[in-house]
């Protein structure tokens, strides 16, 4: 079924509902013609079908209830009395409709009658003519001669059309309460935990009849779990479908264009948190359109295409529900929010200066706080961010902001984990349980640390696993379940590889346990703010389990930095649009001053040599590795720093490197980071050995030509 297909099937149930509403709120008004709000509710119903009908290009349909909507617009507004032929003409409208909504159902289209004798009725009542010779002209239209109301006035309105009974789409469906969906869920995570129980028990026990009715319950409670979740999910695209009107109507106020681009409409959401977003996405569309995207004559000066973009993209993630906002706009200027916030009395002048780009970022969030010039329809009120913060925290999520002036601001909702059943990987940690959700999970590595030993890169346990490195975590350790110094001597390590935002790491546990599905239950308010856990759960031994954010512990452990755009801002113009190739460098440093890298492709293992290893061969330093022998390069003597690692120190850093199929040692001063960045050289070759300079982290970064340095260093390379 197509998305207008969905869109239709819809409008037809939520139609059906309305008319029958009608029938019974127009013979009640009938009783009690006074009642203004009974024929304020019924004006609603008519217009919202009208207004649908206009959406959906169901023109005679649109028309029809135009006319209803005309006489009881006088109704309501106290210009008319509701009488006995206005009421059956309205009821007849009602027939019509039903009739047309039937057709619509059963073939696509709304026939052939255009309902203009009805039309002509429902327009000469409200001005007011003959009464007697329109109760007459509505009976002898044949289209809705004499149709009594309800379901089978459009049944039998198609059997005289040769044409199947119709409103299978009404009957296929049922509107349940949300309370009534959330207290079926609990009661489903409680047979799930119950079931757990039961099947931990089960296995202790030698009896094939128990294990049968067993393994029965647990299929049984599995397909219930299922059927049930998904009555409460439903696409985000439902809260999309109002954003395209309210941008436009945004630019038309404001005197811009903005392209609007919609990513992950099928991502399924929670009922509840659908609701629950529905009003932060507004406010933060209305900000990126009216802050955000410059005018067309400010974008034209800036090299920027005249038409802006706004995108919205939704996606899974660490069992988690993202969303982000993003545009390509002037972005967020953090020296102006520092002014407002000292403006407004939020911060002294002292405390602005101390404070920390993302911590003067988050002052947009204060209530009351804007940075707008003036005060419009649309926004600088002060009123907005603050609550969108609000109501994202109240279903337990997070919001972050980043921005590049000139270039856009993202604004990044997760929503964690909520009361649901998801499957988990069982983990112990100092006699502790904890549970990893699944959709984390890469891959088991048990390593014997005899053989393949943990390497160290500023102070970083890594693990190289398939050539790549992959930084380590001990959970024991980011949970504060040891002193953070104290070193793992463990000859067979456990790790667990996840990924977080597009980044590994490798956490490391004493026990790998079972997968199994738990119930998640959410933390309560006093422990939402600890980023290390998403929820808990129960065990089928009674006992309790935390479980863990992935991301939330990989933050903690430095493994992400704060700053954590999935993509880079797009960039102005058609052929500068594509986004630029990001390489892993190995920063170094040579000396006390000099910071160079090197590509990490190029780079086989890191190494640490006490000095009475090393050892000379011919003019040559040479070290035993491996069974065979590796010459050492001291690249602070080639580009003129001081000698590697110090030359009072006991130990020096090696880079090894394969050049013509065989291991060359690097020696530095100290291996400083890796990081990931694109090769944007800001200046080229100005000396042998060196590709260019780039910035990273801020600092002006040689990159090194290996080859080359190697071909003038090693004699063998120049055979």
């Known amino acids: 079924m197509s998305e207008m297909d969905d869109v239709i099937s819809e409008f037809l149930v939520e139609s059906y509902e309305n008319l029958d509403r009608l029938d019974q709120d127009l013979i009640a008004l009938e009783e009690a013609p006074g009642e203004l709000q009974r024929i304020a509710s019924i004006f609603r119903t008519v217009h919202t079908i009208k207004g649908t009908c206009g959406f959906l290009g169901f023109e005679r349909l649109e028309r029809l209830t135009h006319s209803g909507e005309s006489l009881l617009s006088l109704l309501r507004d106290g210009e008319r009395a509701l009488d006995e032929s206005a009421a059956t003409a309205l009821l007849r409208m009602v027939d019509a ?110 009896d094939s009849e128990l294990d049968g009715t067993v393994q029965r319950l647990n299929m049984i409670t599995t397909e219930l779990q299922e059927q049930v979740m998904k009555t409460r999910m439903q696409p985000i695209g439902n809260v999309w479908s109002k954003i395209p009107r309210m941008v436009r109507d945004l630019c038309l106020d404001v005197d811009k264009e903005v392209r609007l681009v919609m990513e992950g409409k099928d991502t399924e959401l929670d009922k509840t948190l659908l609701e629950a977003i529905k009003d932060p996405l507004v406010h933060i569309v209305r900000n990126s359109v009216d802050h955000g995207v410059e005018t067309r004559e400010a974008r034209a000066a800036a090299g920027k295409p005249e038409v802006g973009q706004l995108t919205l993209r939704a996606y899974h993630e660490g069992g988690q529900v993202n969303l982000e906002i993003s545009d390509d706009g002037a972005g967020v200027r953090l020296d102006r929010v520092r ?89 112990t940690c100092q006699g502790d349980s904890y549970a990893i959700p699944q959709v984390n999970l890469l891959e088991l590595v048990r390593l014997d640390t005899r053989t393949h030993p943990i390497e160290t890169i500023h102070e970083v346990p890594v693990y190289r696993l398939r050539g790549n490195l992959l930084p380590l975590v001990a959970l024991d350790k980011e949970l504060g379940l040891v002193e953070a110094g104290s070193a793992t001597r463990a000859e067979v390590v456990n790790i667990v590889v996840l990924s977080a935002d597009d980044r590994q790491f490798g956490l490391v546990v004493d026990e790998i346990n079972d997968t199994e599905e738990i119930v998640v239950k959410p933390l309560g308010k006093q422990l939402k703010g600890i980023s290390a856990f998403a929820g808990a759960t129960i065990m089928g031994d009674g006992a309790v389990a935390l479980i863990l954010d992935v991301f939330g512990l990989a933050q903690k452990a430095h493994v992400l930095g704060e700053m954590r755009d999935r993509k880079r801002f797009g960039q102005h113009g058609e052929a500068e649009g594509e986004e630029q190739e990001l390489v892993s460098l190995l920063v170094f440093r040579l000396g006390d001053s000099t910071r160079m890298a090197v590509p990490l492709e190029t780079v086989s293992r890191l190494e640490e040599f006490q000095r009475g290893r090393i050892e000379r061969s011919g003019l040559s330093e040479v070290v035993q590795y491996r069974d065979s022998i590796m010459p050492l390069l001291d690249l602070g003597g080639y580009f003129g720093a001081s000698a590697a690692g110090g030359a009072t120190s006991e ?32 200046r080229g070759p100005d000396r042998r050995g060196v590709l260019g300079s780039v910035i990273v982290q801020g600092r002006v970064t040689e990159i090194l030509d290996a080859a080359s340095v190697i071909t003038d260093l090693d004699p063998a390379a120049a055979m």
């Open 97 to 206: 409709v039903r009739d047309v909504l039937a057709h619509i159902e059963s073939t696509g289209d709304e026939g052939e009658r255009d309902f203009q004798d009805l039309i002509a009725i429902l327009d000469a009542i409200r001005e007011g003519e003959v009464i007697e010779a329109s109760v007459e002209a509505v009976e002898a239209d044949p289209a809705v001669q004499a149709a009594p109301a309800g379901p089978s006035a459009a049944d039998s309105s198609t059997e005289t059309a040769g044409e199947t009974p119709s409103h299978s789409v009404a009957e296929g469906s049922i509107r349940v309460e949300v309370g009534i969906l959330d207290n079926l869920m609990n009661m489903v995570g409680e047979l799930v935990l119950a079931r757990n129980q039961i099947l931990q028990h089960a296995g202790h026990r030698a």
């Open 339 to 427: 002014a407002k916030a000292i403006e407004r009395g939020v911060v002294t002048p002292e405390e602005a200066g101390r404070l920390s780009d993302k911590e003067v970022m988050n002052l947009v969030f204060m209530p009351g706080f804007s940075t707008a010039e003036k005060v419009t329809n649309v926004s600088g009120r002060g009123v907005g961010m603050d609550v969108v913060k609000t109501n994202i925290e109240k279903i337990g999520g997070s919001i972050d902001l980043s921005t590049e002036v000139g270039v856009g601001t993202t604004i990044k909702i997760k929503i964690p984990l909520t009361l649901a059943i998801i499957p988990a990987l069982i983990v």
């Open 651 to 682: 130990e020096v850093q090696a880079i090894v490197a394969q050049h013509d199929g065989r291991s060359v040692g690097l020696l530095v001063s100290a291996i400083e980071d890796i990081v990931e960045t694109a090769l944007d050289y800001k």
